[in-house]
């Protein structure tokens, strides 16, 4: 059973950064397309950036959110810098077997409990 641990959250002000972790169980990590989402309150789930062999940004994090991956300790971290307000939101890491990168959070298989990150003003 794969199992997705999520930590690094916490308040921040704007324009702070702050670093998300996901570590994943399992021997298989480096197959899984790695998918970052949130979800703010009163608001559906939301692609914010995944990774397979390179990443991709929706249009609002581009610039300021980096995701990146550790095979060799099965992690995909979420570099946030520039925070806004608006970014506040609960974070979820995403696996999807087969590598290959999507943008529907239905197309991921395994999820994290999230974790939640609050940009003050």
């Known amino acids: 059973q794969v199992q997705l641990v999520e930590s690094g959250g916490g308040l921040v002000q704007d324009g702070g950064s702050l670093r998300l972790s996901c570590v994943v169980s399992g021997r298989t990590f480096s197959s899984y397309a790695m998918g970052w989402f949130r979800q703010a309150p009163g608001k559906d789930r939301e692609f914010v950036a995944a990774?397979?062999?390179?990443?991709y940004y929706d249009d609002f994090v581009k610039g300021r959110f980096t995701i990146s991956r550790d095979n060799a300790k099965n992690t995909v971290y979420l570099q946030m810098n520039s925070l806004k307000p608006e970014d506040t939101a609960v974070y979820y890491c995403?696996?999807?077997?087969?590598?290959?990168?999507?943008?529907?959070?239905?197309?991921?298989?395994?999820w994290g409990q999230g974790t939640q990150v609050t940009v003050s003003s």
């Open positions: 995403a696996a999807r077997g087969g590598g290959l990168l999507r943008i529907a959070a239905n197309d991921y298989e395994y």
């Open positions: 990774i397979s062999l390179r990443p």
